[in-house]
């Protein structure tokens, strides 16, 4: 954290459960809060120690940026955190996230810029081909607000690199709208939050192995018609 960031996060509501059973909770995480805690004690509100409060063995298997808002699955016990883990691990998981890039972005298409953390400079991530670990994006344009000059993205991270998508999009040009640590200035306060958001998660419950898929619209404002269906995102594991 940045010696000027003060952390506020929203505490309304407490958790927004979307699933909740004996070995998992998934939740739509809002922006401004973190996915675990953090180092300092006016850190350790979390999405992770708010589930602990109630369930004391709870684990993060997965994070979102405290920008990002989104889908979010937690472990509940010892089984059910190791089995998520491995699916995590192995990427049969399936991610879709939504965005605003700037400009206009049209067709669809991948981005594969392998990256790692600069480390004279955290916590940014650069691309680099000699070092880096494979980050690979597919990305789809929705549509292009000309009044606004920016573009509605489908993202679909094919592997969980720190700041992927964002840092992604600014190397395709179309920086998030929102994002204070990649965009310029003037698209960084084109929105009041960071306009990204994990809009889909799908994998296999850890105990009964049946296929499960949540989604969940964005703070900002996205048209229904371009949130992806339940049916597709089961079809997947199937």
Not at 100 to 108: H, I, T
Not at 112 to 141: C, S, V, W
Not at 193 to 215: D, G, M, N, V, Y
Not at 232 to 237: A, R
Request: charged residues 25%; contains cysteine; aromatic residues 10%.
């Amino acid at each position: 954290m940045s010696q000027n960031f003060v952390y506020n996060p929203p505490l309304v509501p407490f958790l927004d459960t979307l699933y909740e059973d004996g070995d998992i909770i998934v939740v739509n995480k809002p922006s401004g809060l973190l996915s675990v805690p953090g180092r300092l004690k006016e850190y350790h509100d979390s999405i992770l120690s708010r589930v602990r409060s109630i369930y004391p063995d709870a684990f993060a298997v997965h994070r979102l940026d405290l920008g990002t808002s989104g889908v979010l699955v937690v472990g509940l016990n010892k089984e059910a955190i190791s089995n998520l883990g491995r699916q995590f691990m192995d990427r049969s998981v399936k991610k879709v996230y939504i965005a605003y890039g700037a400009g206009k972005l049209e067709g669809s298409g991948r981005i594969d810029l392998p990256m790692r953390t600069d480390i004279d400079n955290r916590p940014y991530q650069i691309i680099d081909f000699e070092h880096g670990k494979k980050a690979l994006t597919f990305y789809e344009a929705l549509y292009y607000d000309a009044n606004a000059d920016k573009t509605l993205v489908r993202l679909y991270p094919q592997t969980g690199r720190s700041h992927q998508l964002r840092v992604h999009l600014k190397e395709l040009g179309h920086p998030i709208l929102g994002d204070h640590l990649y965009a310029p200035d003037a698209i960084f306060k084109a929105a009041d939050k960071l306009q990204l958001h994990a809009c889909a998660l799908s994998f296999l419950h850890p105990r009964t192995k049946e296929p499960l898929a949540f989604t969940a619209a964005p703070e900002f404002y996205v048209p229904d018609e371009f949130m992806p269906e339940l049916s597709w995102l089961e079809h997947q594991l199937a």
